[in-house]
């Protein structure tokens, strides 16, 4: 574990064998298409372009989006901010992700996906693009020949993406995705946190095979970020009773020490070397310099001792079992 600032050491990694130099911070594009049904608000275009524009005066140097993200409308409102600010600086990483259309996770349809982001986002060259949410598609569909995953192993034979990655939640699937030795880097959501380890072992082995590690929704879909808000929901489904309580404690003891369990939170991940970039979905101006914030903040050794304490046993886990 590591202690991270801003501009200082570990403040800039480089995501495993890719070679990418990434901060270890970056703003995920999910809020930003306005997804009401999922964050509970709606985000203008006005709000979205200008926090895009926010991010890119920031020491933050990366944006996370997907191509399914309110239909594009992510994508589309990140490449207005960039234009706005007259192009993207030559040190920010705009990284996206395939997703299927109605059902369609075919080869062709990978192509269209990836046409459709540079199109988006006004970017002639996509340095990272992850296949997402395979868990939730057939895997013979995409691991045949021709489908997804060959297709984007060709797109990046070929020069039209740079690196190819795997993200998701569910961990047993991203490991067997992992298997067929072709991704450059993983992406996992909800599942190195404070209260959730089921990716250590995803993360341990991407470590020892070289693979670019972003750890994504490190506030459990919103829980760990408003921990009074009274969501019972972790993961983007209902937390055990387990979990609940850890919440609870975890914010406690925060308050003992003069935090917030936002900022532990994000810090939790931020301090883990084997975590090359994390990932945070915000949609306001006031929450970029909130970050940053946070990333200062002091936490002593102690601090996190008798934090460990109170996370919750494997079976309460998301992929427990």
């Not at 703003?27 to 890119?56: I, K, N, R, T």
């Not at 705009?94 to 062709?108: E, L, P």
């Not at 992850?130 to 045949?144: G, N």
């Not at 975590?275 to 979905?281: K, M, W, Y």
Request: charge should be negative; glycine fraction near 14%.
């Amino acid at each position: 574990m590591i202690e991270v600032r801003v501009g200082g050491p570990g403040w800039v990694r480089t995501l495993g064998g890719t070679g990418l130099e990434v901060t270890a911070l970056g703003v995920g594009g999910g809020p930003l298409g306005s997804m009401p049904e999922a964050f509970g608000y709606s985000v203008s275009q006005d709000q979205a372009v200008d926090l895009v524009e926010a991010v890119l005066a920031s020491p933050i140097r990366v944006l996370d989006t997907s191509n399914g993200y309110s239909d594009g409308e992510s994508e589309r409102r990140i490449g207005a901010g960039i234009a706005r600010a007259g192009g993207l600086p030559p040190d920010v990483l705009v990284i996206t992700k395939v997703d299927a259309r109605d059902g369609d996770y075919s080869g062709r349809r990978v192509r269209e996906s990836v046409r459709e982001s540079r199109e988006r986002l006004g970017l002639d060259t996509l340095p990272l693009v992850h296949l997402h949410d395979p868990e939730f598609h057939d895997w013979d569909d995409l691991t045949s020949r021709g489908g997804a995953v060959e297709t984007l192993v060709r797109m990046r034979e070929e020069g039209t993406i740079g690196h190819i990655g795997v993200a998701g939640g569910d961990t047993r699937v991203l490991s067997r995705y992992l298997d067929l030795g072709v991704f450059d880097a993983v992406l996992v959501h909800s599942r190195l946190t404070v209260v959730d380890r089921s990716a250590e072992q995803l993360v341990a082995r991407a470590e020892a095979e070289g693979l670019g590690v972003v750890n994504a929704a490190v506030y459990g879909g919103g829980i760990l970020a408003d921990p009074s808000g009274g969501s019972s929901r972790y993961g983007y489904q209902q937390a055990s009773v387990a979990t609940l309580e850890a919440v609870h404690r975890m914010a406690e003891l925060c308050t003992r020490w003069g935090t917030d369990l936002p900022t532990a939170a994000l810090q939790y991940s931020l301090r883990d070397q084997r975590v090359h970039l994390t990932v945070v979905g915000i949609s306001k101006r006031r929450r970029l310099d909130g970050l940053i914030e946070a990333v200062g903040v002091d936490l002593s050794p102690e601090f996190w001792d008798e934090l460990e304490t109170l996370v919750p046993a494997p079976e309460n886990w998301l992929d427990a079992g």
